[in-house]
């Protein structure tokens, strides 16, 4: 399973632009990379998954570089209620190897 | 609506009487997965399943059991709690194999006290 590497904690204004970049070097070719947002109390919640290039849906966009060793979380204007913990996580589909490794994650703070 | 829901959601109890977390899903998903979540460590996954009769030990299992005998059920054991048991309990569930995205669905966790 590929270690990931997040900043610890990231700080912004509400109506910028966040990226939340993610390492992880030893990502093997079936995995992919999945992000989830989590508010305190409560279980994680899927934003977006991608295996290259870049994958956008309503929340977010995530670029990943042709080389795959990182990977960038965007969320376009943030608001306030975009203040949270946002994971990483890298591996391949549940169906070929099931043990999940959620990182420290990176705890994002939104200001006025 | 589809949902994975926890039982109990608070629960104090004392060194060494054995308790089950309920955990259940509506979306007839194949895996399903318990985490526990610490302050400064994260989520940490406990054990998971693949199918019905079919565990796996995660990263952290020791002092827990779980059992798949439905596939809509996943229960959580603590034979004999003791207080490093005391956490976050979070249980998960997704479509697994043949998915598209592999998205895991969670419960609203379960605060568990070992006095």
């Known amino acids: 399973l590929a270690k990931t590497t997040q900043p610890i904690s990231m700080d912004s204004y509400e109506g910028q632009e966040v990226n939340i970049t993610c390492s992880h070097n030893?990502?093997?070719?079936?995995?992919?990379i999945t992000w989830y947002q989590q508010f305190p109390s409560q279980g994680p919640r899927f934003i977006i998954q991608?295996?290259?290039t870049k994958v956008t849906n309503e929340v977010a966009s995530l670029f990943i570089p042709a080389d795959r060793k990182s990977s960038t979380l965007s969320l376009p204007r943030v608001s306030l209620s975009d203040t949270a913990v946002y994971y990483c996580l890298v591996g391949a589909p549940l169906s070929s190897a099931s043990k999940i490794i959620f990182g420290s994650g990176t705890r994002l703070s939104i200001r006025p | 609506e589809a949902q994975v829901t926890q039982n109990p959601r608070y629960l104090i109890t004392v060194t060494g009487k054995k308790l089950t977390v309920t955990c259940s899903q509506n979306m007839n998903h194949e895996y399903m997965s318990w985490y526990r979540q610490d302050p400064g460590l994260g989520l940490r996954q406990i054990y998971y399943?693949?199918?019905?009769?079919?565990?796996d030990k995660g990263d952290v299992p020791e002092g827990y059991k779980v059992s798949r005998k439905e596939k809509r059920n996943f229960p959580l054991i603590l034979e004999s709690p003791s207080p490093n048991q005391t956490s976050l309990y979070f249980c998960a569930s997704s479509a697994g194999k043949g998915s598209n995205t592999d998205t895991q669905y969670f419960g609203p966790g379960t605060r568990l006290t070992v006095l």
């Open positions: 399943s693949m199918n019905v009769e079919v565990t």
């Open positions: 030893n990502i093997a070719t079936n995995d992919y």
């Open positions: 991608g295996y290259k």
